[in-house]
């Protein structure tokens, strides 16, 4: 079955703008995680959505949003870009049991000019 | 919250050789993962393992988790093992939250 999608690829921004990305999790998946990866910080949490609902949220400012559709694809939205917002973003698909096994896409490249 | 520790942060190895990449955690655990992120920035499941031991060809892992320790050995190492390697646990009071460890990473000499 297919793997964990993520679109787009690449992507460049400026200051200032606001920027979405999407993942769709694997099929039956209902748990989807998004995580940033930066050289200085390494892998962080960002948020876990399941069944449309945020059920974990990691430390980040309000900039950062998400939300889950019915059909469990996930999008994040990043306002206001700083330049300490380019990185990988990461999304990880589960079947939403706690502890169960992760997958992950193959990321978005975010750069903020 | 739960502390990730990998060890060695970097590692050299001639073709061939074996190693031993560790992952200690603070706390217990619900999930243990091991990846290998590829030049793409894709992670990829080597091992789900959050006890006992697991063999994959030349990969094998051990999670003993009453110590709080991970071990990965690659075997008879090829110049395709070469990139980095992460530990994840799962954070028992956030659900599937992942915490990562900064990476191990290896270099592998033909």
């Known amino acids: 079955k297919a793997g964990v999608t993520q679109t787009p690829r690449y992507l460049i921004k400026t200051r200032g703008q606001q920027v979405t990305l999407s993942c769709s999790p694997i099929?039956?998946?209902?748990?989807v995680s998004w995580y940033q990866q930066t050289p200085g910080q390494g892998l962080q949490f960002l948020f876990e959505?399941?069944?449309?609902?945020?059920?974990n949220k990691g430390n980040f400012p309000g900039r950062f949003s998400g939300r889950q559709f019915s059909n469990s694809r996930s999008e994040m939205n990043v306002s206001t870009l700083e330049l300490g917002d380019s990185a990988l973003y990461l999304c990880?698909?589960?079947?939403?049991?706690?502890?169960?096994?992760?997958?992950f896409g193959a990321g978005t490249r975010l750069s903020v000019l | 919250g739960i502390q990730v520790e990998q060890s060695p942060p970097d590692l050299i190895l001639q073709e061939g050789a074996n190693s031993t990449l560790r992952c200690n955690f603070s706390?217990?655990?619900?999930?243990l993962q091991w990846f290998h992120q590829n030049p793409w920035g894709q992670l990829i499941n080597l091992f789900y393992?959050?006890?006992g031991t697991k063999q994959n060809g030349r990969l094998s892992a051990t999670t003993v988790a009453t110590e709080r320790y991970s071990l990965l050995y690659i075997s008879s190492s090829q110049t395709t093992d070469s990139g980095v390697y992460f530990c994840?646990?799962?954070?028992?009071?956030?659900?599937?939250?992942?915490?990562f460890g900064a990476g191990t990473i290896l270099r592998v000499k033909s």
């Open positions: 099929s039956g998946h209902r748990s």
């Open positions: 959505y399941f069944s449309e609902t945020q059920r």
């Open positions: 994840a646990v799962g954070d028992m009071e956030y659900g599937n939250k992942l915490v």
């Open positions: 706390d217990s655990v619900n999930n």
């Open positions: 393992i959050p006890s």
């Open positions: 990880a698909s589960s079947s939403g049991t706690e502890g169960g096994i992760q997958y």
